[in-house]
Nanobody, 120 residues
Framework: QVQLVESGGGSVQPGGSLNLSCAAS????????TGWYRQTPGKQRELVAR???????NYAAFVKGRFIISNDYANNTILLQMNSLKPEDTAVYYC??????????????WGQGTQVTVSS
């Protein structure tokens, strides 16, 4: 089992920045995939960014150049630096930890979500 606890969400004006953190109860070094996803009411959860161990870092087209994902291996934390935020970035953001490349039960873990609101 892996417990994930997100923090860092909140309200910000357009053009502002937020840094999200996701503390994992298991070593990040044991992960195969870590990532951030987001969801708005009535829509499916969508990929924001993910790190594939020994593989690429993937970003959704809508955040490229604005968001940066990284793993803090010393503190077992998944980070998402969000810059130049837009109102359409408003969503609940979830972190994900996969202990297999398959990223499905029983190897798939999610945080509880943190709200990000971008509004003037």
């Amino acid at each position: 089992q892996v417990q994930l606890v997100e923090s860092g969400g909140g309200s910000v004006q357009p053009g502002g920045s937020l840094n999200l953190s996701c503390a994992a109860s298991r070593s990040i070094s044991d992960s195969y995939v870590t990532g951030w996803y987001r969801q708005t009411p009535g829509k499916q959860r969508e990929l924001v960014a993910r790190i594939i161990t020994d593989g690429p870092i993937n970003y959704a087209a809508f955040v490229k150049g604005r968001f940066i994902i990284s793993n803090d291996y010393a503190n077992n934390t998944i980070l998402l630096q969000m810059n130049s935020l837009k109102p359409e970035d408003t969503a609940v953001y979830y972190c994900r930890y996969c202990s297999s490349y398959e990223c499905r039960d029983p190897y798939d873990y999610w945080g509880q979500g943190t709200q990000v609101t971008v509004s003037s």
